[in-house]
């Protein structure tokens, strides 16, 4: 298969998503273990005429999204593991009232309208959770995100006064 000239002819403009794609790929083939110094990011930055103080607020600003992706993954697992909680719950109580109601008539009636109206709520408890998107989902991370930080403020507050009393005593 023989390429014509034009589909060998190198493209003379790009877009900037196609420029972080080559350099991408060509950071990667110059680098073998794919690790570079702070010192190196700024070195490469300024073969890419880029000052320290842009580096900086960029590097500030992914800083700032890795922590906002590692506080979503920990919404999501407090939400997984809300919704095991209340599933276990669901499981031992209708456990033991379908047992009990076995027991009474050897066969189920109350304790089958309870199980099935429980079930369709809990369903519905998970589905909503694992269906958020967009400003709902972020809505409900935004709550979640205050309540961790009052509480991890409360918890660095109440340490704080604890090591204060006890180089008072």
């Known amino acids: 298969m023989k390429m014509t000239a034009t589909e060998t002819r190198i493209q003379q403009t790009y877009r900037q998503e196609e420029v972080q794609e080559i350099l991408q790929l060509a950071i990667a083939q ?17 073969e890419l005429d880029l000052t320290p103080e842009t580096v900086q607020a960029a590097e500030k600003a992914w800083l700032n999204q890795q922590l906002d992706a590692q506080k979503r993954k920990a919404f999501d697992k407090y939400r997984w593991h809300q919704i095991k909680q209340k599933f276990g719950k669901y499981l031992i109580t209708n456990t033991f009232l379908v047992t009990l109601d076995l027991l009474k008539d050897s066969h189920l009636s109350w304790s089958l309208i309870i199980l099935l109206i429980w079930g369709l709520f809990l369903s519905l408890d998970a589905w909503k959770e694992y269906h958020l998107q967009g400003e709902e989902y972020d809505r409900a991370f935004e709550s979640w995100k205050r309540k961790y930080e009052l509480r991890r403020s409360a918890k660095l507050l109440w340490q704080s006064f604890k090591e204060r009393l006890n180089r008072a005593c």
């Open 30 to 46: 110059k680098s073998n273990r794919g690790e570079f110094t702070r010192e190196q990011l700024f070195e490469m930055a300024a």
